[in-house]
């Protein structure tokens, strides 16, 4: 009965060398296993964000507008008389003397459109050159008596200026310039007499 016990007992006890190599091996296995298992609470790195794709070569970046207010002036306001320079560049430039007739026909249909700033410089060239109608229109536009914002870039009358422009239209042999040229200095005087100093300074050079 004893000897039954004894061999029971070595025989719970005991375990053969091949169990125990084999129990060992899935052990390291499972660890191994266990370590190659990512962590699922592992969290990825944030995404990088996107950059705006550069526009295409042809297309250009548009640039910022200027702001909107009353200081702001038009494109027009900012660059008067581009116009007259332009038609003026471009006659240079096809070997074309500035006709005076050409730069008067020119300055008409510009003040015709509006756009008093360039025909008055082509007047003045016009005059400068000697065509006695533009020297005429000068004088009227700055005379007292004719003079208006709408066809003056004046913004008042110049009784100096007529009187240069119609003395100039009237030395050609204009009969009308020397028509206006009496009633100006004639409307001088009168104010002269009325004691008007710019108009008593005018008369001392008009002596």
């Known amino acids: 009965m004893v000897r039954d016990n004894k061999l029971t007992s070595g025989h719970n006890n005991g375990i053969p060398p091949r169990t125990k190599a084999l ?3 899935i052990a390291i296995v499972t660890l191994i296993a266990i370590l190659l298992v990512p962590d699922e609470k592992e969290e990825a790195p944030p995404a990088l964000p996107e950059m705006a794709a550069p526009p295409p070569a042809e297309q250009s970046v548009p640039l910022p507008l200027p702001p909107v207010g009353e200081n702001n002036k038009s494109t027009t ?3 008067g ?5 332009t038609i003026v560049t471009k006659l240079r430039a096809e070997d074309m003397e500035t006709e005076p007739d050409e730069l008067f026909n020119r300055a008409e249909q510009l003040q015709g459109e509006g756009q008093l700033e360039d025909a008055y410089l082509l007047y003045r060239l016009a005059a400068r ?3 006695v109608q533009a020297a005429l229109v000068l004088g009227t536009q700055a005379d007292p008596a004719f003079h208006t914002a709408d066809t003056s870039i004046l913004t008042e009358a110049d009784p100096q200026q007529a009187n240069k422009w119609y003395s100039a239209a009237a030395e050609a042999g204009n009969e009308e310039a020397v028509k206006r040229l009496k009633q100006l200095r004639a409307h001088v005087e009168q104010s002269a ?3 008007n100093a710019a108009a008593q ?4 050079q008009w002596r």
């Open 23 to 25: 129990m060992a091996v």
């Open 193 to 195: 007499a009325d004691g």
């Open 77 to 79: 306001a900012q660059h």
């Open 81 to 85: 008389g581009d116009t007259a320079r």
């Open 129 to 131: 050159q000697g065509h």
């Open 201 to 204: 300074r005018l008369m001392l």
